[in-house]
């Protein structure tokens, strides 16, 4: 089995910072960082720069709001670390994209990436939020996102070699 690790918890728990540490260790030619984030407000722009000021110039970063699979299986190699940041956006972008009327073509690429995750060639890490601690949602959509999050980060932790779960920035293996 491939090196993939999976880091997960809850919001500002330090998932990205120790996913980078976790990349950084790695011994790799290329560094490649898979954004999933599509920055509509600048709030979020703002997030952004904050997460390309704490990586190295030895990052390469690749937007991929919707083709994570096709990014994983484009730059996974034995000389290269692939750091994706994050799942849960990738399903939220997936849910705007297709709405609730196309729950089979989440279903489709969530099998999509595990398959991808499976056949990297190299190491990959993946940041998800933990969204099964909290309460059951008022609405359908977030109801659903809840749910497709919660079966992504399943399916991905079943595949992963490691898992860590990040709680007030300390990391907790649980895998």
Same mark, same amino acid.
């Given at each position: 089995?491939?090196?993939?690790c999976?880091?997960? #918890? ?15 260790k790695?011994? *790799? ?39 994570? @699979?096709?990014a ?30 196309? @729950? ?11 398959? *991808? $995750?499976?056949? *990297?060639?190299? @190491? ?9 601690? #909290?309460i ?25 070699t490691? $898992? ?9 293996k649980?895998?």
């Amino acid at each position: 089995m491939k090196n993939v690790c999976l880091v997960i #918890g809850g919001c500002r728990s330090g998932k990205s910072r120790y996913a980078l540490e976790i990349a950084e260790k790695i011994n *790799a030619d290329r560094q490649i960082f898979v954004a999933t984030c599509q920055p509509v407000d600048e709030e979020m722009r703002q997030r952004v720069r904050q997460h390309r000021r704490q990586r190295s110039n030895r990052w390469q970063t690749v937007e991929e709001p919707l083709e994570l @699979p096709e990014a994983i299986d484009t730059h996974a190699s034995p000389d290269a670390a692939v750091l994706v940041d994050c799942l849960t956006l990738w399903i939220s972008n997936l849910l705007l994209q297709f709405g609730d009327n196309r @729950p089979d073509e989440l279903t489709a690429r969530s099998d999509r990436l595990v398959r *991808a $995750v499976q056949a *990297a060639s190299g @190491p990959v890490i993946l940041v998800s939020n933990e969204v099964g601690a #909290g309460i059951v949602p008022e609405n359908r959509l977030a109801r659903m996102f809840r749910d497709a999050a919660g079966t992504v980060n399943q399916q991905v932790a079943e595949v992963a070699t490691s $898992v860590f779960w990040m709680v007030a920035g300390i990391a907790v293996k649980i895998k």
